[in-house]
Structure formats: C-alpha cells, structure tokens
C-alpha cells in the first residue's frame, strides 16, 4: 500500500546516503588504515568487536567499500577491468612484411664456377653440439642444384653497398649470364676465398658462414629446407692487419632497406 511505499522509499534513501558515507571514508583513508581496520588484532579480530557491538551491516558496508576504493587505485582502471575478458579477435589476408639480413649464397658448379644467388631465407637454428643453421632454396635454381651436389657453400653476409646486385643475383639464373661479370662491371670482382679450389667470394662482405648440409632436405613446396652445420665463421682482412677492408661498406643489408629503395617487393622478390 501507500505507507508500504512510502517506508521502502525511505530506506532505499537511507541505504544510498550510507552508501556516499562509506564510500567518502574509505576515500579519505589511506590504504593502510583501511587494512588495519580488518586485521585481526589481540588475538579478537574486528569481526568479533562488531559480533559484540551488533554492527555487522557496518562491518560489510566498511569491507565492501574498501575493496572498492583499492580496486580503484591500482594500476588498472575501471575501464581496463571492464575491458578483460572481452577483447576481439580478427583474421587477416596475409603475415606482416619480416625485415630480414640479406645473404649470397656462394656455390661451386660441377664444372668448377662458382654461382652466387640472394638468400634471405635464412637463420640460426641450434647451438650444442654444434652451431647449426636452416637455409631455403628455391627448386629449380642453379644455387639449389650446385648445393644439393656438394653439400656445402658459403653464406655471405651483405652490406648497404650491395644493393645494386640485388636484382643481378637474385632476379635473373646463372644459366642465362655470367653473374661474375656483372659484378666486376659493377666494382665488386669475385675474389678467391681462404681455400684453394673453394667459392669465389663477393668482396665487402660483413661475414662470410661456410656451412655444410647436414641430412636430408625437407620439402616446403617451392623451397627445399636444409639443416645445416655451421663449420667456421670469417671475414676479409685488411693489408694492414685484421679488420674489414671496406669500412665504408654501410650497415648490414637488410630486407626493408630494399623495399624502402624499390629493390625488392613485399613477397621478397627482386625488382629490376
């Protein structure tokens, strides 16, 4: 009825204004007080002195509140809570563009020559008991085919002033022209390696990886994986001594500086 009303009316107003009271003290109080309100003290904890003061409706409220304002101050927001559990998930077309080292694989041919491709496909792998590193090459390539055959080639690490042999070496086969020759035409003569009867070597390089296969190929559809060990790591000395002879080289080549130049496509494809 009417008074009915009127009397639940009243309470929900009571029950709101000690609601705002509570929530205004707990803050006011540090954090510290709040805590030490309800840890047990004397051996009677604070909900023995409410048991015998009658206020347990207090006591609830205080403790309600308290970890209210302490959920308040830390380090998430309300919204950020508000917000776990709940984030949404979306398929996209196609993996972001990698930016990776760029190498030349340096191969020997069953005649003899020495065949140099682009290779950026590839990574260290393993540690102990030996260094070992995974490599892919495309089917069908001169490099794969020389590889395969002797088991063994030299990785080379390239420099910014590599960049014009990019398409040279990785755009177009060995089959067709003498890679050797555009590289002596554009300043970068192949020079013999540190073995008799070993890879001509593309000079300038930050590093030179001889490594060896090391069983069988796997199959990645257009690309053979192969493990590799890595057998020794060296670089070109200058007259003088140790050290690189070409400290004007620039940084270690890698793949965004090709695309940012127009030299290679986002599928890593060289661009004439």
Known sequence: ????????????????????????????????????RIRPRGGSS??????????????????????????????????????????????IEKPPVMNSPVFSLATLGPDGKTNMNILTYASPVGIRPCRVWAISLYRGTKSHENFVARKTGVLQLMREQHKELIFLLGGQSGRDLDKAAGCADRGFGWRQGPGQDEELLLPGCEAYYRIVLDGALFNAGDHDVAMCRLERVFKEASEGGSGSSDADGGAVLYTAFLRERGLVSDVGQAIP
């Open 1 to 36: 009825d009417f008074r009915f009303i009127r009397w639940r009316q009243k309470q929900s107003l009571a029950e709101t204004s000690h609601r705002q009271r509570c929530r205004a003290m707990a803050s006011a109080a540090p954090r510290s007080e709040l805590l030490h």
């Open 46 to 91: 604070f909900w023995d002195g409410c048991a015998r003061s009658g206020s347990h409706q207090v006591a609830l409220s205080l403790l309600a509140v308290a970890c209210v304002g302490l959920l308040e101050r830390c380090c998430f927001s309300q919204t950020a809570f508000s917000m776990l559990g709940r984030a949404s998930w979306a398929e």
